[in-house]
């Protein structure tokens, strides 16, 4: 192996994202901790937000766009009474409304309405693209617009513990944590936003930490400063066997399969979106997904 590989491995990084940084930021840092310009990330978090932010590094950047990263999981806390500009709390406090008479009932009951699937109006401060212009630019430079609703799946909602507070204004607030396990695109600050609209007293997100992402966890996710210590990072066969359905063929069609043909695929993965090939010797071939019953490379590995 030589120096530019052991310096860059290929494979995937599992951060533990720190508040106050993008989500490119950390791919800045980590370009610098990897020693490689080759660093992508599957999907954004939040500035305020903490947790599990996928990094790809060097082949492994192809893997990001296939990651079947439907699903994840947070934990939060929910404070009602109070809404902002940006539904959470790094923006200006837009109104104040006694909270202290709602009740757990209420509660319950405004979170099953938000569960399930539903359609869902992103913040305007979030980075949707409108007619091709971020929202956060139209809403910084004081637009007027809407952003059409969009469908997400709530898979779990659940209220951990209800707290009474008192926010700096003096207004009696309830602060709710929650978890929330919810399809990609989905956003956390949205409902607080909608939770707290319909119990009519407002609500914004006040804390947010994202445990997982797909089957990638947040134990074993690494900080910046233990990458920076020791550059962890998760070989592109385990993340893809990890991520998606595997298939396991013979050297004989492994061959083939790296000469771009199209090898018939088993009918158990019609449906499987893409799927994880491996060689002989567990080698990780490449993604494909069937086509007709045939097999569409995806991203090649070989």
Not at 35 to 46: E, I, N, Q, S, Y
Not at 94 to 101: F, I, K, P, V
Not at 156 to 179: H, I, K, Q
Not at 237 to 253: G, L, N, P, S, T
Request: aromatic share 4%; net charge neutral; glycine share 10%.
């Amino acid at each position: 192996m030589n120096d530019r590989r052991t310096t860059t491995p290929d494979g995937l990084v599992i951060v533990d994202k720190p508040s106050g940084f993008t989500s490119h930021d950390v791919v800045a840092k980590m370009r610098g901790i990897a020693r490689t310009r080759r660093v992508g990330h599957a999907g954004t978090l939040d500035p305020m937000a903490t947790g599990v932010l996928v990094l790809g590094v060097e082949r492994a950047t192809k893997l990001l766009g296939h990651l079947a990263l439907t699903e994840k999981e947070y934990l939060g806390t929910i404070r009602l009474g109070q809404t902002t500009l940006t539904d959470d709390a790094e923006g200006e406090i837009t109104s104040s409304t006694d909270a202290s008479g709602i009740t757990r009932e209420a509660v319950d009951a405004g979170i099953a309405e938000l569960t399930g699937d539903i359609m869902q109006v992103p913040s305007k401060v979030s980075a949707i693209k409108i007619n091709g212009v971020r929202s956060y630019k139209r809403a910084r430079e004081g637009e007027d617009f809407d952003i059409p609703a969009r469908p997400v799946r709530v898979s779990s909602f659940t209220v951990y513990d209800v707290r009474d507070a008192v926010a700096e204004d003096g207004t009696p607030v309830l602060d709710l944590v929650v978890s929330v396990v919810c399809s990609s695109g989905t956003y956390i600050r949205a409902l607080a936003r909608d939770l707290g609209a319909g119990l009519g007293v407002g609500g914004h997100l006040t804390a947010l930490r994202r445990t997982r992402v797909g089957p990638y966890k947040l134990d074993s996710a690494k900080t910046l400063d233990q990458l920076q210590q020791e550059l962890t990072v998760m070989p592109i066969a385990e993340a893809a066997q990890a991520a998606f359905r595997r298939w396991d063929v013979d050297e004989r069609r492994a061959r083939l399969l790296l000469n771009g043909v199209r090898l018939d695929m088993p009918d158990e993965y019609a449906d499987a979106g893409p799927v994880a090939v491996f060689g002989p010797e567990n080698r990780f071939l490449a993604l494909v997904e069937s086509q007709k019953g045939k097999a569409k490379s995806l991203a090649v590995f070989g």
